[in-house]
């Protein structure tokens, strides 16, 4: 059975770090492109952060860039969402996901076929 299952969320202050981990199994991630998406309470699900399948190309949304950071451990079967410098408006539900999408889909979640269940955010004072 696919499962994807992120954890590392909370509550921290403003400038403060989280690590967000989402770890896959019954598949292996080599074989797809994964996101970070979030969704804050009325707003839209949006992108933040794609790793291509070999996890040599990654990109991120431009308000997350320099501050937020992608990557996969193979052997672990799990990919992290390092979160530096946070900013209230980064509190949201993450979500990771993991699909198929060509160059011009990657970054609508609408591409995106496995979710996991998503982590709680909170950048407050």
């Known amino acids: 059975q696919l499962q994807l299952v992120e954890s590392g969320g909370g509550l921290v202050q403003p400038g403060g770090s989280l690590r967000l981990s989402c770890a896959a199994s019954?598949?292996?991630?080599?074989?797809?492109?994964i996101g970070w998406f979030r969704q804050a309470p009325g707003k839209e699900r949006e992108g933040v952060s794609w790793?291509?399948?070999?996890?040599?190309?990654?990109n991120y949304a431009d308000s997350v860039k320099g501050r937020f950071t992608i990557s996969r451990d193979n052997a672990k079967n799990t990919v992290y969402l390092q979160m530096n410098s946070l900013k209230p408006e980064d509190t949201a539900v993450y979500y990771c996901?993991?699909?198929?999408?060509?160059?011009?889909?990657?970054?609508?979640?609408?591409?995106?076929?496995?979710w996991g269940q998503g982590t709680q955010v909170t950048v407050s004072s």
């Open positions: 996901a993991v699909g198929r999408p060509n160059i011009a889909t990657m970054t609508s979640y609408r591409s995106y076929d496995y």
């Open positions: 019954g598949f292996s991630l080599d074989y797809y492109v």
């Open positions: 790793l291509s399948s070999s996890g040599d190309s990654a």
